[in-house]
């Protein structure tokens, strides 16, 4: 039986969540975390849902973070260059195509190159409204990105459903005041609203100015 859902806007993390970028942000990663002796477990536990320089800071916490800020940039860099195997969610096409007209942005730890090249890459638009890197000041799971994309979007918090996939993420909208359909069996582990497979689970419906979701 469908679950149906309600809410004025929809905020989408872009990693896990509409793209599957894991091969690339795990093989870039490691690349980087080796030369330091880190243990790739926690390597890999810190890093999905956070701008890159924040992950630094967590694994590295000794260092000057002017040198975060520096090598943040050249991950940007070669995350935008390397897309082999950055592929689509099941069903993210057919998702964005049904939020056609309706409100909804990205919100995403991703700069603008970035994330221009992997949803590219996936096969997916890009929204017209997006939060990134650029435009905010703290990275999840902070909610400031959520809490812009709903700002931009003319709705309260309380009447947006972020989709995310990753604790950070998940965590982010958490702190803003929004609902969360964690997409991927693994984020039933940070604990959101509803959790789907894919977003082959969701149907997207209008009624007035409001987004009717069923989730199956």
Known sequence: MAQTLRARALLLDMDGTLVDSTAVVERLWL???????????RVLEVVHGRQ?????????????????????????????GDVAGVVEIPG??????ALRGLRHSIVTSANVPLMTARMRAAGLAVPADHVTAEDVTASKPDPQGFLLGAQRLG?????AIAFEDSAAGIAA???????VVGVGTASAAHSPDVVV??????????????????IR
């Not at 975390?33 to 243990?39: K, T, V």
């Not at 993210?92 to 195509?97: N, Q, Y």
């Not at 709705?155 to 009447?159: F, K, L």
């Open 92 to 97: 993210a096409a057919a998702f964005l195509a």
């Open 31 to 41: 690349q980087w975390a080796e030369p330091h002796g880190l243990d790739p477990r």
């Open 197 to 214: 497979p894919d977003l082959t689970s969701v149907e997207v419906a209008a009624d007035g100015d409001d987004i009717v979701l069923a």
């Open 173 to 179: 909208a958490r702190a803003a005041g929004m609902r």
């Open 52 to 80: 890159g320089h924040q992950s630094m800071a967590i694994l590295l916490p000794e260092r000057d973070h002017a040198i975060n800020l520096a090598e943040n940039d050249e991950m940007l860099a070669r995350e935008s």
């Open 155 to 159: 709705v309260a918090p309380a009447d």
